[in-house]
């Protein structure tokens, strides 16, 4: 029986200086038997000079191809149609693979045929001037309910990832590198695989890969916060619908923690004008419309809602959720500033749980899923500021944001977030 072969796929649009280490740490890869498809993607800068200049002495063949249709999924598909091999590596041009990636999660799926997507641990990477200035290291555990990972927004990027070429093939079928979707593609991605599909996903330690925060004009970055919602609801939505039609249909539905994340991006939610009094210590929320009837809350609701009424405009659970976790940890990072140690994750966590929890089954009904910290490194100051200013959609801090998401809806059965209409 011949060896398998991995195909790594690299959809490119204007990546350097990212693309020459990303296609040296594709080289770099121990299973002898790879081929790397770069993707060009209507590129104006150097990137295509300096990946003809590697491939010219490249121990593993290098095959470059256009695809005129601008969009990274565009490009993917593209490059899928033209790989031959037995196990589909994705990755973008901008992030790198550890030499030993590729081989550890082959040799793992060879060994657990049941298995069809390998994921790995990973870093996050933020550069400036060309240096890096933080980095996250996330590291994973099996997860046999995936599906709920990807809900709760533990992703992970495509890069961690090896597919058998039956897998990525079911996903070409459901349109899954779906081209009009301009945000959060990899979590639709993978999300399909996992709801409608019901594809087992298989952890894999010693198989890190690199992700890369290094320009305003990745997609990442690029996309604004209301066309990152505006995909996800979509997502969700399809995710939903895929789900009924599939045989993990009804254990969705059965399954309380994926029923609220199913719902979490499905409608706009604003806080009515109201106040937060205290008049005995304890807090209630007292409608400007109806004064003479304040509703009690607990203190996580109350900090909840005060968040809620700095938000700028309506938004779905999802991003509320991470706009109050937001506000939450840059109050925790300010209040430590003056700390010889500063804020770190550890007491970042902490004191969010702190914040959130009221230890009465009661108001906290449901245990948020299992999803670990990342270790972050650095300075204490660089720290601080990682987690004050982190990208809204970074998978930090994601049980606390579950447990925002459970106070939402809390807040929405007490009358105290209204539906907004959608926008136009």
């Known amino acids: 029986m011949p060896a398998p072969t991995a195909s790594i796929i690299i959809p490119c649009h204007n990546a350097e200086p990212m693309i020459g280490p990303c296609l040296r740490s594709c080289l770099a890869q121990t299973h002898p038997h790879i081929e790397i498809i770069l993707v060009d993607n209507n590129s104006t800068d150097t990137s295509l000079q300096t990946a003809r200049t590697l491939s010219s002495s490249a121990r593993h063949p290098i095959h470059i191809t ?23 590596q994705w990755l973008d041009a901008d992030d790198l693979i550890a030499p030993n990636k590729i081989a550890n999660q082959l040799a793992a799926l060879t060994a657990a045929p049941q298995a069809m997507i390998a994921y790995g641990d990973w870093y996050w990477r933020f550069y400036k001037a ?46 899954a590198w779906n081209p009009n979707t301009t945000a959060e593609q990899d979590r639709q991605y993978f999300s399909t695989a996992a709801a409608a599909v019901d594809i087992p996903f298989l952890y894999v330690p010693d198989s890190e890969s690199i992700y ?57 939610y604003k806080a009515p004008p109201l106040s937060i009094e205290r008049p005995n210590g304890a807090p209630f929320a ?22 809620v009424q700095m938000l700028p405009e309506a938004a779905f659970h999802e991003f509320t959720a991470r706009w ?47 999803i670990p910290s990342p270790t972050i490194e650095g300075r204490p100051d660089n720290v601080a500021q990682f987690l004050e200013s982190g990208p809204m959609y970074n998978p930090l801090f994601g049980q606390q944001r579950y447990r925002i998401l459970l106070l939402l809806e809390q807040l929405v059965e007490m009358n105290l977030m209204i539906p907004a209409d959608p926008p136009a």
């Open 286 to 307: 007292v409608l400007n419309r109806d004064r003479d009837h304040p509703v009690a809350l607990t203190e996580p609701q109350a900090k909840t809602l005060t968040a």
């Open 212 to 268: 890369n925060s290094w320009s305003d004009d990745q997609i990442s970055k690029a996309a604004p916060i209301p066309t990152r919602a505006a995909n996800v609801a979509r997502q969700f939505k399809l995710l939903a619908e895929q789900a009924d039609a599939s045989a993990t249909g009804d254990s969705i539905k059965s399954d309380r923690r994926k029923h609220h994340l199913l719902n979490q991006s499905t409608a706009l």
């Open 130 to 175: 060309g240096q890096i200035t933080q980095q996250a290291f996330f590291r994973s555990t099996q997860y046999d309910d995936y599906l709920t990972q990807l809900l709760a927004g533990h992703w992970r990027p495509p890069a961690a990832y090896l597919l058998r070429r039956t897998a990525a093939d079911q996903l070409e079928q459901l349109n």
């Open 66 to 88: 256009d695809c005129p249709e601008q969009g990274a999924n565009h490009a993917r598909r593209h490059g899928l149609s033209l790989a031959n091999g037995d196990f589909i």
């Open 324 to 370: 109050v976790c937001q506000i939450l940890w840059r109050r925790i990072a300010w209040k430590h500033h003056t700390d010889d140690h500063g804020v770190n994750i550890t007491t970042a966590t902490a004191a969010l749980d702190a914040l959130l929890t009221t230890n009465n089954p009661a108001t906290d009904p449901l245990d948020p899923p299992p």
